[in-house]
Structures are given as structure tokens and as C-alpha cells.
């Protein structure tokens, strides 16, 4: 069992940034691929971008690449993803997913609501 705490969203106007942080419990934080997903009013939740357990192959849904980054610090046991350039279908619920390839369970996380508004 792992908890996931997401935070830094907010409201922010077109064009601004926000960083988005997922604190995970376990100190096997390092084994868990993670991922951020976002969900939009009406619309079905959708993987935003992913990242390996030792941080290589991250990878991003064509709508972000270019805008969005996601990283993680195993120390820290968080995984953090870098909003640029944001836009007003950016807007949704944003969520930290954590993978267990030995156990394939996933973990999600409460969720951080990002709103960009002029």
C-alpha cells in the first residue's frame, strides 16, 4: 500500500506555469513507475506524461510535449511535473498515479484541481 499526495495546483492565467508535486509514503518509492493523469469535466481521464523508475523514458500525451516535464526525486520520494505555457484545456483535475510492475497495482492519488483562466 502506498499514499500519494498531490499539491501546487491553483488557478493561473494562460500563458503562466504551475509545478505540480505527488509525495508517495513508501520507501520503496524507487520500484513504482509514476505517472500524472488529468480529468476534465465530461471527459474521460487521460495520461498526461510518465516516467520511469530510475527517472529515464519519460514520455508525454502529444497535447503537452514541448510544455509540460516530469521528474522525480527518489530521495524524496516524489515525483514533480513542470506546467509551461499553459492553456485553458490544460484545465482539470490532475492526478499522481503510481505503478507496481512486481505486484501490478496501481495507487492514485486524491487529486489537485488546475485551473487556467483569464
Known amino acids: 500500500q502506498v499514499q500519494l499526495v498531490e499539491s501546487g495546483g491553483g488557478l493561473v492565467q494562460p500563458g503562466g506555469s504551475l509545478r505540480l508535486s505527488c509525495a508517495a509514503s513508501?520507501?520503496?518509492?524507487?520500484?513504482?513507475?509514476m505517472s500524472w493523469y488529468r480529468q476534465a469535466p465530461g471527459k474521460e481521464r487521460e495520461l498526461v506524461a510518465a516516467i520511469g523508475s530510475t527517472g529515464s523514458r519519460p514520455n508525454y500525451v502529444d497535447s503537452v510535449k514541448g510544455r509540460f516535464t516530469i521528474s522525480r526525486d527518489n530521495a524524496k520520494r516524489t515525483v514533480y511535473l513542470q506546467m509551461t505555457t499553459l492553456e485553458p484545456d490544460d484545465t482539470a483535475v490532475y492526478y499522481c498515479?503510481?505503478?507496481?510492475?512486481?505486484?501490478?497495482?496501481?495507487?492514485w492519488g486524491q487529486g489537485t484541481q488546475v485551473t487556467v483562466s483569464s
Open positions: 498515479n503510481a505503478y507496481n510492475p512486481l505486484t501490478n497495482v496501481n495507487y
Open positions: 513508501r520507501s520503496t518509492f524507487n520500484i513504482y513507475r
